[in-house]
């Protein structure tokens, strides 16, 4: 996907998320379900505006932030060597967040479903979909494992996102097998990608210690 499908695709979700929340707002009480536990029940809500309008405007947000970020980079040049990666992304995150926007509105009119497990496809997907782009991903500030040791070393940025990245995809696969045992789902989401973001941490260290630094 080039950068130009991928504002409008933006562009197009953003659109559609208000005018979702435009045309059911008369017809939703005064507070509405926004907050789900673990276990899939509500156990939140807030009123209605901010149960319809907040992820729009969160997705506005973030998705400003994502196309910003690499025009201020000091390594913008690397960003654009994985450029159609990265616009998958930030096209990932925005249906994701459509989607959780439809989640809420689907709950509010009257469909009831166990919240979690409707979640965690898209999960997996979005896990499934940076493991495939971290090996790909070049040295910047803003994307990526960026601590102090792959940012000293081109060598051991490459190394960690091939181990990332397949650790990402491994969680997004755990994620799905999750659903068969639905009282656990949350944890096949959760403790994956927390094990696959500390553990890339720590073996970026590792990869330093043995190939110290190639940055002028």
Do not use: C
């Amino acid at each position: 996907m080039n950068t130009k499908q991928t504002y409008w695709l933006i562009g197009i979700i953003t659109v559609a998320s208000f005018l979702i929340g435009f045309y059911f707002y008369p017809q939703f009480p005064e507070n509405i379900a926004s907050h789900w536990g673990a276990n899939g029940e509500v156990n939140g809500y807030m009123p209605k505006f901010w149960g319809l309008f907040l992820m729009p405007i969160i997705m506005i947000f973030i998705s400003s932030l994502l196309i910003l970020l690499p025009k201020i980079d000091p390594l913008k040049a690397n960003i654009a060597l994985f450029q159609k990666s990265y616009n998958s992304i930030i096209a990932g995150v925005t249906i994701f967040l459509f989607y959780i926007h439809l989640l809420t509105v689907f709950w509010n009119l009257g469909f009831t479903f166990n919240m979690t497990v409707m979640i965690v496809p898209p999960m997996a997907l979005l896990w499934l979909l940076l493991g495939i782009a971290m090996p790909k991903m070049k040295q910047n500030w803003f994307m990526g494992f960026r601590t102090p040791w792959t940012l000293a070393s081109v060598r051991v940025w490459d190394e960690t996102h091939k181990i990332g990245g397949k650790l990402f995809v491994y969680s997004g696969i755990l994620a799905v097998i999750g659903l068969l045992l639905p009282q656990y789902t949350i944890w096949f989401v959760i403790v994956p990608i927390i094990f696959s973001s500390i553990f890339t941490t720590i073996y970026s260290y590792f990869l330093f210690k043995k190939f110290g630094t190639d940055v002028k």
